[in-house]
């Protein structure tokens, strides 16, 4: 029984673990620790199959694209050009390095694709270059190659914050706030009414609410407070709370008149409440389509998701554990509190269905082949397939009774679980040839490879933050997205404690993808 794979597998995680969270000086290896242990328990033989390797990566992957699929596009929108352009000039000048060594010491170009794939550790370009020339060589360069690439790019992520003097929660803090700049604090204020139009005109809550991009939580209409009327018409001397950010409320206060204090009493039923959404029949769904919500006379005023406040807009998707800021009558709080759910633990976390469904049409996606001119056919292969699949799921939250949402208790695990799954059997696998390789082919390759990266990922760091001043955060998920390196994401997130890096990352990756499959089909084509 303990020659057994699932026992070597459990056995390097356990030990790695250890190993990893062993601090000298505040200093730790983290993931770095299971990649060693593993390549030197592939060396003795304990090897375990690819299938335990595509599993962890296939879980890894799509619980990483789910999770960032909402703040992918946005940062598509926002910063995608930026980031992009940097995964290119990333990969290009990795190319034109590794090339220009493999001119001057007259080495063969299936030697050099080879020490390309690897130093990249991306198992689509070593397939793509062989789909050009099927020759043991550019494996052997792979094999070789490879296991260094990993240990390197995952090192040179743990101490880049360390040769740029970075301190990485200051980053993470300056992260958050750069989103709450972008995403505003929302806040609720009381007005009367002092406009002289109030007096003459039929003015709706409605039309003021489209205006100014506020949300009304409540009213005292005429001394009065009307139930029953869905849109009532305000008049002049009426009181009302709204919630909006500071530059909209600044806005209201013209069309509406006078801004009063906290002490005003509204003489109504009206409670204020804050719900998380667990309910899975309303996550994925947009506000303005929940019926239910008129019904019960309630009003969600702000959205609270990853630290930063949303104004609720009709069209706002809600997701799994948004903070709603909701006012709703006395009578209906508790039908109110159970249809939104307000509880992470009744929320199905054993759902397999989100999973397994998406698993299956990332695959699908990646094994479809697409022309590209002067180069010819290529895929987006497995990971890229899961990836963005996962994007476009977690950006649509449902599609009919579907829920792609997980709680953050299953994407935690999916995650944690993969990463362990993967890297120890990718080192493994990496281990098993690397003395014999070694011996048979030098350290030439791998001096090139590893002098390849680090001075091009040296280079484009230095310009990522000192020139271009960009958040840390961004320049890690960044490099690791452009090298599409897993080891180094999760080296990435290890560090900073958050998932944040995995937007820029999840940004830059189809891209990256896509050009290091081209580059290592081009490898095959010159010199």
């Avoid at 030990?15 to 003795?44: E, P, R």
């Avoid at 296939?58 to 946005?74: K, N, R, T, W």
């Avoid at 189809?510 to 095959?524: D, E, K, R, S, T």
């Amino acid at each position: 029984m303990i020659n057994n794979e699932i026992f070597y597998l459990f056995a390097i995680i356990s030990v790695g673990y250890i190993l990893g969270n062993i601090k000298i000086k505040g200093f730790s290896l983290d993931v770095t620790a299971m990649l060693i242990v593993a390549l030197i328990a592939g060396h003795y033989g304990m090897v375990i199959s690819d299938a335990f390797q595509y599993f962890g990566l296939a879980i890894f992957i799509y619980a990483v694209g789910l999770q960032s699929g909402p703040g992918f596009f946005d940062t598509i929108k926002n910063e995608g050009l930026k980031f992009n352009l940097i995964a290119v000039v990333l990969l290009l000048m990795l190319f034109a390095i590794i090339f220009t060594c493999g001119y001057i010491f007259k080495m063969p170009r299936t030697i050099t694709d080879g020490i390309f794939a690897g130093a990249l550790t991306s198992v689509p370009a070593l397939a793509a270059a062989l789909e050009i020339k099927n020759t043991a060589t550019t494996s052997v360069m792979f094999g070789l190659v490879y296991p260094f690439g990993i240990v390197v790019t995952v090192l040179f992520m743990r101490f880049l914050p360390v040769l740029f003097r970075v301190d990485l929660q200051k980053e993470v803090e300056a992260y958050e706030a750069a989103q709450k700049t972008r995403f505003p604090d929302i806040h609720t204020r009381n007005f009367r009414i002092t406009n002289e139009n109030f007096k003459t005109s039929e003015i709706k809550k409605s039309k003021i609410e489209a205006m100014t991009a506020t949300v009304i939580e409540r009213m005292s209409l005429d001394g009065t407070v009307e139930h029953d009327d869905d849109d009532a018409i305000l008049h002049f001397g009426d009181v009302i709370r709204v919630a909006g950010t500071d530059e909209q409320l600044a806005n209201l206060s013209i069309v509406l008149g006078q801004e009063i204090g906290e002490e005003h009493v509204f003489k109504d039923d009206m409670a204020v409440l804050r719900l998380l959404t667990t309910n899975k029949e309303i996550v994925g769904k947009k506000i303005g389509m929940i019926k239910e919500l008129k019904s019960l006379r309630t009003v969600i005023t702000k959205v609270r998701r990853a630290g930063i406040d949303i104004p609720s807009y009709p069209n706002l998707t809600l997701r799994l554990g948004d903070k709603l800021y909701v006012v709703a009558p006395e009578m209906y709080v508790e039908k109110v509190t159970k249809f939104i759910g307000n509880d992470l633990l009744k929320y199905p976390a054993a759902d397999f269905l989100p999973i397994s469904l998406g698993v299956v049409l990332g695959i699908l996606l990646g094994s479809i082949p697409f022309f590209i001119p002067g180069v010819g056919a290529i895929k987006l292969s497995f990971v890229g397939g899961i990836l963005i699949t996962a994007l476009v799921l977690g950006r649509l939250g449902r599609v009919g009774p579907i829920v792609w949402n997980l709680s953050p208790h299953s994407t935690t695990l999916l995650k944690t679980l993969g990463q362990l799954i993967f890297i120890a059997t990718l080192g493994t696998n990496a281990g098993k040839y690397l003395l014999e390789s070694l011996h048979n082919n030098g350290f030439l390759p791998i001096a090139i490879a590893l002098g390849a990266l680090v001075v091009s990922l040296g280079l484009v760091a230095f310009t990522c933050k000192v020139i271009l001043k960009m958040n840390f955060i961004d320049i890690l998920g960044v490099l690791s997205g452009a090298m599409t390196s897993t080891p180094s994401l999760t080296m990435a997130n290890n560090m900073t404690k958050t998932d944040y890096p995995s937007i820029a990352y999840a940004a830059v990756y189809p891209l990256g993808l896509v050009l290091v499959i081209v580059l290592a089909q081009l490898g095959m084509k010159i010199m």
